[in-house]
């Protein structure tokens, strides 16, 4: 009966999706399901959630809640965390408006850019305590870890913890449904195959049968029938011959083409929707108490499958089962783990976003080799974004964090040094003491 610790479980829905997941392998529905969060309101809604989904799947899972992370990680098997520093208010909106101030422009800023490097910065080191916890009190553990920036966050746990740990994220899984409704072919027919870096992934393969389905994806580009919201995405694959994983506001801001403060004509062009993030954020604010409501009634959940790969992790390493279905299809999951060997022309010990396989054994990720070159130096012009900023937080070295600054290329698009070094000395001081002290 494994311990499974969910921590930063006030993230209600996203705990709901996972906890239903788990609960729905017939092999884990005994397992011990512990809910952590600092909020002790929003645990106690996901606590009646967690119980819900027990209830409706006549699962006799043991559900417990706890405000202690040390207790909630004593003994755990698996780790699940979802926490997000700072919050919306002040960490979002920090990351948000002082950039705009000097006309720098983001859609979701928990990747790259200035407010990636941000959110890494007050991310890593909670991450690091964490692990040091698991360290003494579970140290066999899988830490499942979803939390963005996720490349920057894996490499630094890669870097300063024995813990075995991998990203997880839907943008692989969520793009290959997206292509398979663009181009009308089921999703259960298509084969691919993905590697790159977190929210710059690209399917190196993307097939029917042994069939190559680009030709079909670049048919959509000659029909006139690119998705509105898909733009960008679109735009890229025709330059570059791959396709992307991440959605095309969300990949616009790790480039320099397609924001620029004086080309609102290009805003247009591509669709592209400014302060996303914001947007979402505030619309789920705006929506909690109703859905609350709603979780604490007398109101049955209904429990539905998601894409999520922890489930599938947590069931194959447990069962030993390598296999998704009765087709005997090999059970692969994309995970972010850091690039010992496994494609040959990005930094070793950068953080990759691989094909692995997963059984007792656990998490073994599968070499692909060289990427294509332009997709490799595309890719590279984040990395160093990422090796800067991952540098400044295990140092503690201001200067790494103006240089990650200075190369992020939507940044260094649109700012001068001299702007770049006050808006980052500018951001460090709203942060207050949600960083640790630089020198």
């Known amino acids: 009966m494994p311990k499974i610790t969910f921590i930063g479980a006030g993230s ?33 809604t996901s606590e009646i959630v967690a119980n ?62 200035i407010g990636g490097i941000m959110r890494a910065l007050r991310t890593i080191p909670v991450l690091l305590d ?14 499942l870890n ?38 009308g072919v089921p999703l259960e027919e298509i084969n691919f195959v993905c590697a790159g870096i977190n929210h710059m992934a690209f399917y190196l393969k993307f097939e029917r049968n042994g069939e190559d389905l680009y030709p079909l994806i670049r048919k959509v580009i000659e029909e006139g029938r690119v998705p509105e919201h898909n733009r960008v995405r679109y ?9 992307v994983t991440e959605s095309s506001e969300h990949f616009s801001e790790y480039v320099p083409w397609y924001i620029k403060r004086d080309r609102p004509d290009l805003i247009e062009k591509y ?15 705006a929506g909690w108490e109703e859905l609350r409501k709603r979780y604490e009634s007398d109101e049955p959940i209904q429990v539905e499958r998601t894409h999520e790969f922890a489930s599938y992790i947590i069931h194959s390493i447990e069962t030993g089962i390598p296999k998704l279905d009765e087709k005997g299809n090999t059970r692969v999951i994309y ?33 692909i080799g060289s990427l294509p070159i332009q997709l490799a130096a595309l890719m590279q012009t984040n990395i160093n974004v990422q090796a800067l900023t991952v540098e400044a937080a295990l140092t503690r070295k201001k200067e790494y964090i103006y240089q990650a600054a200075m ?33």
């Not at 690039?339 to 059984?359: A, K, S, T, W």
């Open 12 to 44: 209600t829905v996203f705990a709901k999706n996972l906890i239903g997941d788990i609960l729905s392998f017939p092999e884990l529905q005994d397992s011990t399901i512990c809910l952590f969060d600092i909020d002790p309101d929003r645990l106690s």
């Open 235 to 243: 735009d890229v694959f025709k330059r570059f011959g791959y396709f």
């Open 130 to 143: 964490m692990c040091k916890d698991m360290e003494e009190l579970c140290p066999d553990v899988y830490f």
């Open 146 to 183: 979803y939390v963005n920036p996720m490349a920057m966050n894996c490499w630094a746990i890669s870097r300063a913890s024995k813990i075995k740990t991998v990203g997880l994220c839907h943008s692989v899984q969520g793009t290959a449904w997206e292509l398979s409704k663009d181009i």
């Open 271 to 285: 669709n592209i929707p400014l302060d996303e993030y914001i947007r979402r954020c505030e619309a789920q604010i």
């Open 335 to 367: 995970g972010n783990v850091p690039n010992n060997g496994l494609i040959d022309n990005l930094p070793q010990g950068c953080c990759v976003e691989v094909p692995c396989l997963v059984d007792r054994n656990g998490i073994q990720p599968i070499k």
């Open 407 to 439: 190369l992020d290329p939507h940044t260094a698009a649109e700012l001068d040094p001299d702007q770049i070094y006050s808006l980052v000395d500018e951001l460090i001081a709203a942060h207050g003491d949600w960083l640790p002290e630089y020198h």
């Open 52 to 113: 819900k989904i027990k209830q409706a799947l006549n699962a006799p899972a043991k559900i417990e809640a706890t405000t202690d992370r040390r207790k909630a990680l004593y003994g755990a098997d698996y780790a699940l965390c979802m926490i997000q520093v700072a919050g919306y208010k002040p960490g979002t909106v920090i990351d948000f408006e002082i950039p705009k101030k000097y006309g720098l422009r983001q859609t979701i800023a928990d990747t790259l850019g």
